[in-house]
């Protein structure tokens, strides 16, 4: 049985990339973006010392701590509103340089 696809041309050099005499090769640019780290430290580039570090994270209190508690609140559980303060699973994440200690990314909940 015949394969469906067409076989490769017949002047294809199996990915091998030759260089005519003469001719250069043009300038390649490469640009390798950066995923922005999450809730754990992360290594990137920081933009302000140029140095590749691992991000220090410090836990802040935000959107969605906040809303939790006010629901708490709302439905009357009082003695648990404060619970969302001292659960780091529910704050933001702030990435900063533990170099020049500037701050490169806020991980945000909600």
């Known amino acids: 049985m015949a394969s469906p696809y067409p076989g490769p041309p017949a002047d294809y050099n199996m990915g091998v990339y030759q260089v005519q005499p003469g001719i250069q090769p043009a300038n390649q640019v490469v640009v390798v973006q950066q995923q922005p ?3 754990v430290p992360g290594q990137m580039q920081c933009p302000y010392c140029q ?5 220090k994270v410090e ?6 701590t906040w809303l939790i508690c006010g629901v708490l609140g709302v439905l009357m ?3 648990c509103c404060l619970i969302p303060f001292c659960v780091n699973a529910c704050k933001d994440v702030e990435h900063s340089c533990p170099t020049c200690n500037r701050v490169l990314h806020i991980h945000k909940r909600m």
Do not use: A, E, F, R
Request: cysteine-free; hydrophobic content about 30%; proline content about 12%.
């Open 37 to 39: 780290p999450s809730d």
């Open 51 to 55: 140095t590749n570090v691992v991000t």
């Open 59 to 64: 836990h802040k209190n935000g959107t969605l």
């Open 77 to 79: 559980i009082w003695p």
